[in-house]
Nanobody
Framework: EVPLVESGGGSVQPGGSLTLSCTAS????????MAWYRQTPGKECELVSR???????YYRDSVKGRFAISQDNAKNAVFLQMNSLKPEDTGAYYC?????????????????????WGQGTQVTVSS
């Protein structure tokens, strides 16, 4: 069974909305925070949002007020509601399970450097 599987990506016009979903079969309880990262071609990955087991959420500045992360512990799922999408939101979005003790870091860094990663889902925002 694949531990992390993303869905919900697609193409949308600027101002549109998408909801990404991730099933996280092997990552339950308090050991892991769940996060969404994204990568644009030629660039490193950047943290978009992260949610702790108690529901505390973190967002990078560029998505605050537009994106919302949530989780359903009963269904082992995490979601990213994305509203008012902009072309700069385009990229491959990854669902990631991070050990809870890792510091929240918004600076770009190599993809898959830490944690457990899904295969990704593409989001394209274009008119």
């Amino acid at each position: 069974e694949v531990p992390l599987v993303e869905s919900g990506g697609g193409s949308v016009q600027p101002g549109g909305s998408l909801t990404l979903s991730c099933t996280a079969s092997n990552f339950t309880g308090d050991d892991f925070d769940m996060a969404w990262y994204r990568q644009t071609p030629g660039k490193e990955c950047e943290l978009v949002s992260r949610i702790k087991s108690d529901g505390q959420a973190y967002y990078r500045d560029s998505v605050k007020g537009r994106f919302a992360i949530s989780q359903d512990n009963a269904k082992n799922a995490v979601f990213l509601q994305m509203n008012s999408l902009k072309p700069e939101d385009t990229g491959a979005y990854y669902c990631v399970a991070l050990p809870w003790h890792l510091t929240v870091v918004f600076l770009p860094h190599p993809c898959r450097a830490v944690g457990h990663w899904g295969q990704g889902t593409q989001v394209t925002v274009s008119s």
